[in-house]
């Protein structure tokens, strides 16, 4: 059994990027494991460690050296170690003195390509203490820093200049170099609560000898503390926090001792809208907005200090001085807008760009008011309100409010809308238009704001398409791919019964005689197809199913749903299996025969009992059927179809389709033909093989 012990890496630099220091830690543990096992040092955990000023690991029970094995090593070919008398040359002497033996110990091993002299040798395992320094480099080397630096006259490069180096097993230092700097047992606290040197003993005390320094090494436990601080300075004001993740994630990545200090700012701020407020106290200055019980923000906030101050209102007053002038700023944005309403702005969006070929910021939301009132008669939406909210959709973009928080295009848009008098629902629209903003962001809700936003995003697709310049690779800079998820996602939950073929031609004839790709429609089509079939993989659906009910191209996103979930219970049919091999059976013979259009099949033609038979079963079944199809119910239609197995297998066993007799031949296809259209008015279950 091997000993072992437990290992400890650190890194002590300048401070990191907080943004990245997450990433950092992770990799840096993820490359340690790798390094560890790929060297067959054995550990039984690794736990990481991240501060503004460090980067660090302890792996626990970790081995002290690798485990001895048995190598075999193959020698001269018997050829060449024996003379023609039998003696051993000096080639096979040679390789036993090599292997610590005799020629006559020697095993021989026989090949296609000969035979060969070999031995068995037992190699003794190194020691962690010489592969442990080429582990850490490599980790090093390995972490992704986007850009790595110099500094003083040194030759290493990373992210920020390093100070320190810890590495050690048990109670005994690696000696080791990297980074310029000399591997020792002396790590540091908090830059001024414990500047001076901490001495660790063994790894098993690092985190706790670190508090004694004022630092909480583990960046989960900083976070931790940080929520946790934050949400009880915030009670005690009779208020509360929503907690923001990023926020949280970068304070924790700025501070190795949180502090909170609650500070204030004047309450005639809190006649900016909240949106800009907050933004300005995250983005800028890293603090926690606190609101009230109704969630109306507070004119009090939350900063996390680096120190431990005796007097924290110094801290406090620094913070108030720091908030104030861009508050005093978007006061000043604030209301300098207010002196214009939204339709004010439109003229202004001639001057802007969309894209050249496309024209303007104006001309796109001509384009969409004109897209956005056709969605609006299609849904029972208000035409008119869609047609004006569509053609202000984009004023604010011209405010200086905007023009200095981007974040806040929609938003500012709805609160300008409200102090204009516009309707409530155009209001709304105004900030749901930019919806869903990101992966699982709510979507658009009043029937206005789903018009515009549709007519959009269609038109972005449409444009962008009909100029040949569709996302290739990882290259999307009009962002397609959001546009079609985007898309896709307000039709199927919002179950909309708008024909996306329909909508497509729209968006396209939005643009008169200046798109270069005349198939633009059906080319977005195809790529939104795509969009589709990977959110239905991410929950589990087959490409099987779906290409199913893909394969019909559908326009009807609701309804497309509809079909893929009634497919999904088929397949749990015991029929299911046997009618799909038909259908796929089906579909081969009749691309056989050149998918010509067909008649219908006429009996008098049948010469077999069992073709009559399903022609009789078919002929009910299209009644029986009809009545589910119309109410969307399909999946009650496929469970009627599954009846049709036995009239199937039975046509099958006994029918020979492709006869002699063209006109038998001609209405057996025919009939193959009806029954392949009562499954394909749900999906082609032939992809189900």
Request: charged share 25%; with cysteine; aromatic share 6%.
């Amino acid at each position: 059994m091997i000993e072992t012990q437990d290992l400890l890496f650190e890194l002590g630099t300048e401070e990191l990027p907080p943004i990245a220091l997450k990433e950092l830690a992770q990799s840096l543990s993820a490359e340690f494991a790798a390094g560890l096992a790929g060297a067959g040092l054995e550990y039984s955990e690794i736990h990481s460690f991240a501060t503004p000023r460090r980067l660090a690991i302890v792996a626990e029970s970790c081995a002290i050296r690798q485990q001895d094995r048995e190598i075999r090593r193959r020698g001269p070919a018997v050829q060449a170690a024996f003379d023609d008398d039998g003696n051993p040359t000096k080639a096979a002497e040679g390789f036993a003195r090599s292997c610590d033996t005799t020629v006559e110990r020697l095993e021989r091993e026989k090949t296609d390509k000969g035979e060969w002299l070999c031995c068995n040798i037992r190699q003794a395992g190194e020691s962690a203490s010489r592969l442990l320094p080429e582990i850490a480099d490599k980790a090093l080397s390995r972490l992704p820093i986007p850009k790595r630096m110099r500094w003083s006259n040194g030759k290493d490069r990373f992210v920020r200049p390093v100070h320190w180096l810890v590495l050690m097993q048990g109670s005994r230092v690696i000696d080791c170099e990297l980074m310029g700097v000399r591997a020792g047992r002396q790590s540091h606290g908090h830059r001024f609560h414990h500047p001076q040197a901490i001495t660790i003993n063994h790894p098993s005390e690092y985190a706790d000898r670190l508090v004694t320094g004022r630092v909480i090494a583990d960046l989960a436990t900083r976070r931790q503390r940080i929520h946790e601080q934050v949400q009880a300075a915030a009670s005690a004001l009779g208020g509360q926090v929503d907690v923001d993740d990023a926020l949280l994630d970068e304070v924790a990545a700025l501070v190795e001792w949180p502090i909170p200090i609650v500070a204030g700012f004047e309450e005639k701020y809190l006649e900016v809208p909240d949106e800009i407020l907050i933004h300005t106290m995250k983005k800028n200055q890293k603090y926690f907005p606190v609101v009230n019980r109704d969630g109306g923000l507070m004119n009090q906030f939350i900063a996390i200090a680096n120190i431990d101050s005796r007097n924290p209102d110094v801290i406090r007053d620094g913070n108030e001085r720091v908030i104030r002038p861009r508050l005093a700023d978007a006061m000043f944005f604030w209301e300098q807008d207010g002196r214009k309403r939204l339709e004010d702005h439109l003229e202004a969006t001639k001057s802007v760009v969309f894209q050249q070929k496309l024209g303007s910021m104006y001309d796109k939301s001509r384009r969409v008011a004109g897209l956005a009132a056709i969605i609006a008669a299609d849904t029972g939406a208000d035409v008119q309100l869609a047609k004006r909210a569509g053609l202000l959709s984009r004023c604010d973009l011209m405010t200086a409010t905007v023009g200095e928080f981007a974040e806040m295009q929609g938003i500012m848009g709805r609160y300008q809308a409200h102090r204009d008098n516009e309707p409530e629902e155009l209001a709304l629209a105004m900030d749901e238009f930019y919806m869903p903003r990101f992966s699982g962001d709510r979507l658009p809700a009043t029937a206005t704001g789903i018009a515009i936003s549709l007519a959009e995003k269609t038109d972005t697709l449409v444009g962008i398409f009909g100029i040949g310049m569709k996302p290739t690779g990882d290259k999307d800079p009009f962002a397609l791919r959001r546009a079609a998820l985007g898309t896709l996602r307000i039709l199927q939950e919002h179950r909309l019964n708008i024909d996306l073929h329909h909508l497509l031609e729209q968006a396209v004839s939005q643009f008169g005689d200046s798109l270069e790709n005349d198939n633009a429609a059906t080319e977005v089509y195809d790529f939104m197809m795509n969009r589709l079939k990977g959110m239905y993989s991410e929950n589990g659906v087959s490409v099987g199913v779906f290409t199913a009910v893909a394969s019909r191209r559908p326009g009807n996103i609701a309804d497309f749903d509809r079909c893929l979930h009634a497919v999904i219970g088929f397949q749990q049919l015991p029929e299911a299996e046997a009618l799909a091999i038909a259908n796929k059976r089906i579909s081969n013979i009749l691309k056989k025969a050149g998918d010509r259009p067909l008649p219908a099949p006429d009996p008098e033609l049948f010469q077999q009992l069992e073709e009559s038979q399903l022609n009789d079963q078919i002929q009910t079944m299209s009644e029986q059927i009809s009545s589910s199809l119309s109410q969307g119910d399909y999946e009650a239609t496929l469970k009627d179809l599954a009846t049709l197995r036995e009239p199937v297998d039975a046509f099958f066993d006994h029918v020979m389709v492709m006869t002699d007799d063209e006109a038998i031949k001609t209405n057996r296809l025919a009939l193959l033909a009806r029954l392949q259209h009562l499954f394909l008015q749900v999906a082609d279950i032939s992809h189900l093989t």
